[in-house]
DNA sequence: CATGAATGAGAGTTCATTCAT
DNA sequence: TATGAATGAACTCTCATTCAT
């Protein structure tokens, strides 16, 4: 029997004690001591499953927005009307931000220093998180709708990521609840078929 | 006379400089080697206009979003409609986010690490930003519009910087003519009065 | 088996280095990639057995006043009579401060500009070099002796210690039975019971 | 009329201004922008008058030895017994220490990375502090007194700024007083005719 | 697989000194 | 003489990475 099991369970378990650290203190501020520290191994052990420390931040992203894009994949198939789907939308996108907002941050603050296939790679996953709302678009515009799902999609999203922005940037509870029905109302009138 | 413009005039210097570097390889990544390089002046004259390498980050942020501050509020002042007002702030947060982008993500982001003094500092920056769009929300939206006129602004702010910056994201050149009218297609519908 | 004794070797190994260049060079003057090339170890390395180039040096007169005191306080409890006890402190002493010549003038005052906390071991060190001394001359002193055995021993340690400085000074090589024997005459009539 | 006492009144100022900064922060803290503050002239105006910190600190030494040493000859010339002198002695040198306390401190802490030409300089200052008591003790030894003048003169002065020293340790105000009639009596026997 | 002591390049910052005005 | 903005060498300290055990 391989021991596969085992060696994926000391991989997760870096990368949440690297998830707490990252979104404590930021990218740079993080040392791998920290990290090594609060998942219980050895600072030499990181290097046993992540080749740098820039890496093992990307495969972080990578894992948390993987998680991210099966749960609102599987969700969003399943609704049917605009309004339900942009509460399935601001509810889990809007889970998201509160959970990863200082691992987002990071992604702009670090990125532009890191080599050239992790950025290949943040790239990816900025590109992943919006795919399932351009999807979602395709679907529900009419055939005619003159704007483009990818645009129309960013709109969503950006809408969405800053309502609950400025939420956290008051360090104020947010209330996904009332943030879906708002952005309903505002978004709504121009998603709806003529 | 005095040598006060001298002065200024410097300062300017090393903060466009500090700009260049800043976006190039991100706020860790720069040194203030390469900014001091950059500005033509050595390395130690960064010191006697900023204390530190926070500061002069800082303090860049403040310049580039006073600038656009004013930009914005004197244009927005001669608006009539919304379609308008939309055609406004696409245009010039569009601009301001396609020259800051690298500088913008860290502005709409906290800045973990940073002593207390500069994280207030940071955080007025991001609600100075926020504030033109709120007013003109305040201004345009019906009284009975059942949504806080600072969770539109959210919504519109978001909406803009993610459409330009999906541009951004694939290297495309950005058609902010395009863009307003897109966004005012999608928005536009929303912020109507009934 | 721990490794303690190794670590407690690489430690002395250090202040050893540091004892040297600190010597030849001044506080001030000496650098901590000097330290660490004399010590055989990188510079990173002496970070991790002491905080700061302040803590190693005073780490480093901490660890030389003990030795000087252990030393001197077995020998004091064997002697009688106030001619030998003298004979006893100038010998040690006085070897203590031709070995520790450059660092006996720095534990002899204070640290300005160090840390509170550094300070205050240094204010330690300071007072530990005294009480053999003061202990002595509480032993040897009449009951009725008129002057408090602190200054006494102020008075005993300054003698010897500028009589072996007056050598050091002129760089002549320092006889020590002499200057016992010149202390002795010196010192010893206002020291003997009456 | 030339300006020579012009220039001699703030080649004064300047040096009064350093003593203050350098006796309030010793010898490495004390920077050249504080003594110009302290002083009331720009920074560059000390080097024309000094050529360099180590500079301006050696004949600040200087200038304060000299003051005392033209003191104590003056008063040693007149006083007879062997108490009386000790009293001076105790009073005046006691009074230099407790003034330049950390001025004396500083010495050894920085001098040894000085060039050797100032080296020289500061060798001549401790040794012109020692001579009016050398002086004296030739004076006031009998002719057969076996041990050399130069020695007793040092065991005399480390016992006045050691007991002196000894106070301001604990911060405790110094009672010259108290210190002389106490030296008087430890050491006078030993000092005494036979 | 796991460890953690050791490494050393590289960072931000300081400050004595200079020199054009 | 006097200035003080500018300099840049030199410093301490950090921390991602390595490798002998």
Redesign the pocket.
Known sequence: MS?HG??QD?RIEILEAAALIFAGRGYA?????DIAEAAG?????L??YFQ???ELFVSLLESRSEEYVQTVTAWLADCKTVTECIHVLVTLRGQFFVKNQRLAESVSHSVPGFPKDLQIRVWNIRRGLEKPTIKLMQRILPENYPVEPALVAAVVNGAIDYSVGSYLLDDRRVNLEKVARDLEFVLGPGLQEK
Chains 1, 2, 3, 4 share one sequence.
């Open positions: 021991n085992a060696i000391k501020a993080a040392r791998m001591d191994v050895a600072k030499g052990t290097y046993l740098s420390k820039q």
